[in-house]
């Protein structure tokens, strides 16, 4: 098999069960939130190379590309790329696209302004050598921006019931804290500037619909109980060409 053959890094986890998932009331509604937390740790993205690592259907890249961004998606699924580009020329968006693993990123260095890595490293055993190669993209001054399913949280403890139970996708899933992502960031030399959660609701539609408009409060005081954490962290340096540097 070569690097650009099929590689199906979550089987389980195939673009309709993303559309079933976002065509739910409880999924419309944890997505929204989950999204509006990435893009404000993403800041201004108009006019910015990002790269969305593990980029699924594409959802995250296109809302970038509306934003302004120049956006490159990657994902180790066949299928899940597909799915991207058939969205993407459904919404006329320009997005490059490429089957790729977040281990081995066929860019080079510093090609980027911003990396997203959105529920990718909770279905990598090893997220160190991945930290390292989103550093080596980033240009200086660049930014990542992980989400991550959290780890103490009604959602994870549910997971972890349906892993015991026997289902392969949540057997394999890691539930990482905040501390851990700091961490990892940190391992890889990136400086954290950033540390939110998002969903403290149960898994139910209907405390989702009670609970939501609290939920970014929530957010910026804790991240435990969090069923989702982000992280933003930058690449310490400063692009010379950057118009915007210091500005950030
Ligand atoms: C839970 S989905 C998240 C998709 C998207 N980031 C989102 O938030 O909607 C995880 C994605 O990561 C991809 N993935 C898992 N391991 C990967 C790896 N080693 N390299 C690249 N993509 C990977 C899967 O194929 C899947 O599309």
Redesign the pocket.
Known sequence: MTSSEPVC??PE?GPDA?ARWRASELGAITERLERRLILELAGDVAGRAVL??????G??ALALVKRGALATG????PA?IDAARRRAMQQGAEVALQV????HLPFPAERFDIVTA???LC??DDPAPVLREISRVLRPGGRLVIGELGKWSPWAATRRMRAWFGSALWRRARFRTADDLRDLAAQAGLVVESLRGAIYYPRCAAAARWLSPYDSLWGRFTTLGAGFVALSAAKPGSRRDDPRAGCR
């Open positions: 890094a979550c986890l993303y969305d690592l593990g980029c699924g259907d959802e995250l990657i994902d180790a699924s899940m790729a693993t977040a281990e959105i529920t990718v279905f990598i």
